[in-house]
């Protein structure tokens, strides 16, 4: 009802907009700004687990596995333990290794999806530690794993995900540094940084959400398009799979993500004038590399909208439109540049008309394969 929309027209502009409240509550009582400090208590009750784990495995579905990639990122960054990312549909039929000395986490907002809950027993059945990181609490995937974290983003009610997915990074993120802190494999001047600018992430969440009127107003003009491409490298890389999914999800174009200097190896011969193409180019990760994609979109006279950081002015000058973000740690972007995309999307799929709530075919949980 409109009552529950809170004044927004839908359920995932609500959401989206719910995120500096969403990230303070996935951290509280676990970021500890006054004392410098992270504390998971998943983490804690399974320090040594964690510690001798040789191997880190993340299955998930949809959104949640692009936030397990990033997940990857930081856990091999800060606690140097090698993480492999697997689809749960894939993982729980091919036969995988699993040890008992790996660690299996499932990621899943609903903590219903039938694939995921599967993989996870799976797992259990072949001896390995299963660690859960879900939203709604006491749903099967939290019931049927050995420890975990919830994300505490409250209820999500768009179908596509939005504030789910960055509770799911902060909370990746913690559990990365803390490994990384005990094992000391991330040292306490890092630690330090991180932990301050993590506390910071929904305050300039708050400020990127102010570009909302004029993502708005150029989304106008892309619902023209056909296909999109996002790219993006390093830890914003999965932002890019994320962006173009919620672009896929509700205006139903054709959207694919991309590891920025992949372009060359096939999506480059597919760009014209016709083709926008979204560019994360934060200072913070490859920056220079970035720009000369660029460069190289440009020079195919492809429509180019950049993330780029608060300052910037080299991508600006070669883009159609900017949208910018503040300065943040490199592991810590995603929180941020997940946002404008998520905006992006969600105007596009509005001034095509399409029902952003409940996108066609889809649906919140996928409780049967
Ligand atoms: C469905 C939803 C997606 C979600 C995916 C995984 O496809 O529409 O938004 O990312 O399932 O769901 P889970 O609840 O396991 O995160």
Known sequence: SQLEKGGYPHFMIKEIFEQPKTLADSMRGRVNVDENNITLAGFIDNKEKFLNAKRIIITACGTSWHSALIGKYAIEEFARIPVEVEYSSEFRYRKPVIHEDDIVIAISQSGETADTLAAVELAK??????????????SSIPRNTHSGCYTHAGPEIGVASTKAFTAQVTVLTMLAMMIGKEKGTLSQEDYLKIVYELARIPEKIGVILKQDSTIAEFAKT???????????????????LEGALKLKEISYIHAEGYPAAEMKHGPIALISQEMPVVVIATSAGMYEKVV????????????????????????????????????????????????PLQLLAYHIAVVKGCDVDQPRNLAKSVTVE
């Open 222 to 240: 892309f619902t023209y398009a056909q296909n999109f491409i996002y790219l993006g490298r390093g830890y914003n890389f999965p932002v890019a």
């Open 125 to 138: 059945s072949k001896g390995a530690f299963i660690f859960g990181i879900c939203n709604v609490v006491g």
């Open 292 to 339: 000369s994609n660029i460069q190289e979109i440009k020079a195919r006279k492809g429509r180019i909208i950049s993330i780029v950081t608060d300052g910037d002015e080299v991508v600006s000058n070669l883009s159609d439109h900017i949208i910018s973000i503040p300065d943040t740690e490199e592991c810590l972007v995603p929180l941020l540049a997940a946002i």
